[in-house]
């Protein structure tokens, strides 16, 4: 029995390395398309610290107008980027739930806008990816508009009431 | 009636019933791009490209509020099928030709769609022309082409439009440059049914 707990151990152990090195160990989704891109570039995206706080507290904050918050940004990014490539590597990394809905790209390579949204229900997901020339930034975002806009006019009246108030 | 000869009937029936559907998905959808645009694409210094379905388009009227303008152009969206923009600047003139630019209209030239505006400026070598969708009487969309000398815009709006929409929705991401020459417009022009394209501007080339 020992030897069979072993054997499966040890098989275990040689076939997930194998699995994920031919996968490219890229994954999908938003991490996919981040660790491509460091691939692709050979760029490290700046690790921003307590994001994940930082989404909670936008989910919050919002009653859960927006959830899911990723963000990655690339610092003195100043490559050409070839568009076509660009696009294709995100599309395969995000998959076919993802529609593209917005693409702006310049010849020389160094402006590129992709914009994604993915419905999740009620929500929408939204993936942004920017390079101005200077840095690149990929954000995920999951917005439920009702609630945003709800957040949203909450703020707006209080301004408002706050406007109409007499000294 | 033998068994195969019913199967091959079914089999032929099913084929109908797909034609179909996918004909009518292809009348109400969005385009595919077609190989033109991936070649004036290739040609262009900045591509922009915006595609909204009807999904998306409902999510969009969503973050608009029922107040003001805003209610109007939330009533608009949420009722269109699409919006397809394709915008080509090129760093210099004569970087498309009319043959790209009969590709384009070519398959808007059905029964469905009527020219109603068609201006060309001599001097400027500037086009622009507006194509619009009627069924039963009623607008279901819009297609305009817009070439400048380094400029080539497209946009395509499906769903119940009117020109005097498009002002509205100059708004919109992607639409502002495209709608701009003709989003100023305030009339609805009555769909010119004949085969020979109205001229808003008489002297065409």
Redesign the interface.
């Known amino acids: 029995m020992r030897r069979l707990v072993f054997f499966l151990v040890c098989a275990a152990a040689l076939v997930v390395p194998v699995v994920v090195l031919a996968s490219g160990g890229e994954g999908s989704g938003f991490d996919g398309v981040v660790r491509s891109i460091e691939h692709t570039y050979h760029v490290r995206a700046t690790r921003i610290p307590f994001m994940g706080l930082a989404s909670l507290i936008s989910g919050a904050s919002t009653s859960g107008g927006v959830r899911n918050l990723h963000l990655a940004q690339f610092e003195n990014f100043s490559l050409a980027l070839d568009?076509e490539d660009l696009t294709s590597m995100v599309e395969q990394k995000l998959g076919p739930s993802w529609?593209?809905?917005?693409?702006?790209?310049?010849?020389?390579g160094r402006?590129q806008t992709l914009v994604f949204?993915r419905?999740e229900g009620a929500r929408?997901g939204l993936f942004v990816l920017d390079s101005d020339g200077g840095e690149l930034d990929v954000v995920e975002v999951s917005v439920n508009?009702?609630r945003?806009?709800a957040t949203v006019?909450q703020y707006t009246h209080h301004h408002e009431d706050n406007e109409d108030r007499p000294d | 009636m033998n068994r195969y000869k019913v199967a091959m009937r079914i089999g032929a029936l099913a084929l109908a019933i797909a034609g179909f559907a996918l004909l009518a998905r292809g009348q109400d959808g969005l385009p595919l791009p077609s190989p033109v645009e991936k070649e004036l694409a290739a040609r262009?210094?900045?591509?922009?490209?915006?595609?909204?379905?009807k999904?998306?388009l409902g999510?969009a009227s969503?973050?608009m509020?029922d107040n003001g303008d805003d209610a109007h152009v939330r009533k608009l969206i949420s009722g269109l099928k699409g919006i397809y923009v394709r915008d080509y600047e090129f760093?210099k003139e004569g970087q498309y030709s009319m043959d790209d630019l009969a590709k384009l209209r070519a398959q808007f030239e059905t029964s469905d769609w009527s020219p109603v505006v068609r201006e060309r400026e001599r001097g400027s070598k500037e086009t622009t022309e507006v194509m619009m969708k009627m069924v039963n009487g009623e607008p279901q969309g819009i297609f305009v082409l817009d070439a400048e000398p380094k400029e080539l815009a497209i946009v395509l709006i499906l769903g119940p439009i009117r020109m005097e929409d498009l002002g509205s929705l100059s708004g919109m991401?992607?639409l502002a440059g495209p709608l701009g020459p003709i989003s100023g417009a305030q009339h609805t022009p009555k769909p010119n049914t004949s085969s020979k394209p109205a001229d808003k501007k008489g002297d065409d080339q």
Do not use: Q
């Not at chain 1, 529609?99 to 020389?108: F, K, P, Q």
């Not at chain 2, 262009?44 to 909204?52: I, M, S």
């Open positions: 568009g529609a593209r809905v917005v693409r702006e790209t310049s010849r020389g402006e949204m419905p929408m508009p009702d945003l806009n006019n | 262009a210094a900045d591509v922009t490209e915006v595609t909204l379905d999904n998306m999510f969503k973050f509020t760093d991401a992607g």
